[in-house]
């Protein structure tokens, strides 16, 4: 149970909930390297772990909290997750990037990310890639990016710190890259033939609302909040490949 209302996300989160998080982040294992504290936000939600060893000065009752969640296999483990589920997961740590990404967590040009732009989930990393300016300078292909542009929002960030707001676009768009197709808001999911029609959600919702009769619906498409998409018992093996379809 304590697992299960430390993963509730919204407005009802427990306010001791936000004091774990802390303790797990100070207390993250030497596996996660030098990890920054500004880009850790959610031990469940990127792939750092907190130390549970004996030796860990994590408190007894939350070694025992990550045991429990530990043996069950407590995961985010949507199946098929929707383009706005995507953009709602922190973007350091991703739990769905390649092994390079790593190297990009912990930089300098991260660090700016982080402070001055305040990058924290996959959607503040589109949003810069796609800035006007930063389109329009990349639209010739050339190497060289000139960093001068005085708009208003790179003027914005060099007043928070920033010294090369173009480059930071540029480091936003790598990070993305390194998502894999099945966490990446931008790729296509493939279509399951599971999902009801809009016609039919309508029905629903009436029907719902009516004390109806609700039609199934099999979608294996996750929407809504990040702490709807919690699962225990999950296969971590199988945790970035893409959905079984029907053909």
């Known amino acids: 149970m304590w697992v299960k209302r430390y993963l509730t996300l919204g407005n009802d989160r427990p306010m ?60 985010f483990a949507a199946i098929k ?52 300016c930063y389109e329009a300078a990349i639209a010739g292909g050339n190497d060289y990016i000139p960093d ?7 003027t914005a960030d060099r007043q928070r710190g920033c010294k090369g707001p173009h480059n930071c676009c540029a480091a936003a768009r790598s990070l993305l890259r390194e998502v894999r197709p099945k966490w990446h808001p931008e790729a296509p999911s493939p279509h399951d033939g599971l999902s009801l029609t809009n016609r039919r959600q309508e029905k629903n919702e009436k029907a719902l609302a009516d004390a109806g009769t609700l039609t199934f619906d099999p979608s294996i498409t996750q929407g809504g909040g990040l702490d709807e998409a919690f699962r225990v018992f999950v296969d971590t093996t199988v945790h970035d490949e893409p959905p079984a379809v029907r053909r």
């Open 16 to 75: 001791w909930a936000l004091a774990v998080d802390t303790l797990l982040s100070v207390n993250a294992a030497k596996s996660a390297g030098a990890i920054r504290k500004t880009a850790q936000i959610n031990t469940f939600l990127q792939s750092w772990t907190p130390a549970i060893h004996h030796a860990s000065n994590l408190p007894e009752y939350l070694k025992r909290m990550m045991s429990v969640a530990k043996k069950h296999n407590a995961s």
């Open 81 to 132: 997750l929707d383009s706005a589920l995507k953009r709602q997961l922190p973007i350091w740590y991703h739990l769905g990037a390649t092994k390079k990404m790593r190297r990009l967590n912990n930089t300098r040009v991260g660090d700016c990310l982080r402070t001055c732009h305040d990058v924290r989930i996959v959607d503040d990393v589109a949003r810069m890639v796609r800035r006007e």
């Open 148 to 154: 001068d542009c005085q708009c208003l929002r790179c």
